[in-house]
């Protein structure tokens, strides 16, 4: 099937600075999109979701964004912690199908 | 409750043995999930459970085998496993509803098969 993927294997951030994590997917047909947060020796632990209706949501210091008509989804995070530090994953649904295409993964390290 | 359950944390197992990982949620979702993720790897799908009825297998080996008893329970059931099948083996549930919705994850089980 088609696959969803990020552009960065690793991103080192300073602390109090901004990260932005990139994912390009292929499938033009997803129409659910969720970011995961995956820290050493834990499950992967949901952030935020966006749908295609939509080109950017907000949560707290997380804001996501969607470009359809490249099919870019990006995750933003303002002033970076250290709790920050860990894989985030981003993934895709079609049509509600129970079915989530992970990304492979990108790697943020917070440099205090 | 927004948890996921998941027993035992950690399985070690021979590859002539029988053993079966658990896993809980009282979140009221109809969908529950196993999935298996290797070192720096996106988790990736095995069984989907809907409404207690198996409704996705990913062609997974018969050595694994799901089972959901209720609701609020998946099991998945290990034999004759290999090496190879050494991993962190995680569940997730979800409503179900139209649009699709986040999957809640638990900490997951790492087996190791020697």
């Known amino acids: 099937g088609e696959s969803v993927g990020l552009h960065l294997p690793t991103l080192s951030v300073q602390e109090g600075d901004n990260s932005i994590i990139n994912c390009a997917y292929s499938?033009?047909?997803?129409?659910?999109f969720i970011w995961y947060k995956q820290e050493s020796g834990k499950g992967p632990q949901f952030i935020i979701d966006i749908r295609s209706n939509m080109d950017k949501r907000q949560g707290q210091r997380v804001t996501v964004l969607l470009n359809k008509t490249v099919k870019h989804l990006s995750l933003q995070i303002a002033a970076t912690q250290p709790g920050d530090s860990a894989v985030y994953f981003c993934a895709e649904n079609m049509n509600g199908n129970n079915r989530l295409a992970f990304g492979k993964g990108n790697q943020v390290v917070v440099i205090p | 409750d927004t948890e996921v359950t998941q027993t035992p944390k950690h399985l070690v197992m021979g590859m002539t043995n029988k053993k079966s990982l658990k896993c809980e949620q009282h979140m009221g979702h109809r969908a529950m999930y196993w999935y298996k993720q290797k070192a720096k790897k996106p988790p990736e799908l095995m069984f989907v459970y809907s409404y207690e009825k198996l409704s996705i297998n990913e062609s997974v080996p018969s050595r694994f085998s799901p089972e959901c008893p209720n609701s609020s329970l998946l099991n998945l059931h290990l034999h004759a496993l290999q090496p190879e099948d050494s991993a962190l083996y995680l569940c997730a549930s979800s409503p179900i509803r139209d649009g699709g919705y986040e999957q809640y994850f638990g900490p997951g089980t790492r087996l190791t098969v020697t």
């Open positions: 499938n033009s047909a997803s129409d659910y």
